[in-house]
């Protein structure tokens, strides 16, 4: 079974850092896959964050973390992270990684991002 958990979430101050993790099992060719970030803010759909390429040659990013948030992948760890700077109360959401599809049976538990002062 493929399987991803997601780390390093938790409360920060606004115009703090969070850099998230996540672990990817069961993936016999993990570079294979485009991966990708998303999060879901109470009472909201799930929303696209940010997307990489199979390689790591080439990222994506929704219009509202541009600029603040870097994705990154090590396929040989078979980990995606996600860099997080000036985070703001709009940030506040449970944030998954998943394939870039996304793929309905790989969403894991996600990890809590709370901003608060």
């Known amino acids: 079974v493929q399987l991803v958990v997601e780390s390093g979430g938790g409360l920060v101050q606004p115009g703090g850092s969070l850099r998230l993790s996540c672990a990817a099992s069961g993936f016999t060719l993990f570079s294979s896959y485009i991966m990708g970030w998303f999060r879901q803010a109470p009472g909201k759909e799930r929303e696209f964050v940010a997307s990489?390429?199979?390689?790591?040659?080439?990222?994506d990013y929704a219009d509202s973390v541009k600029g603040r948030f870097t994705i990154s992948r090590d396929n040989a760890k078979k980990s995606v992270y996600l860099q997080m700077n000036s985070l703001g109360a709009e940030d506040t959401a449970v944030y998954y990684c998943?394939?870039?599809?996304?793929?309905?049976?790989?969403w894991g538990q996600g990890t809590q991002v709370t901003i608060s002062s």
């Open positions: 998943n394939t870039n599809g996304p793929r309905r049976d790989l």
């Open positions: 990489i390429s199979r390689s790591g040659g080439s990222t």
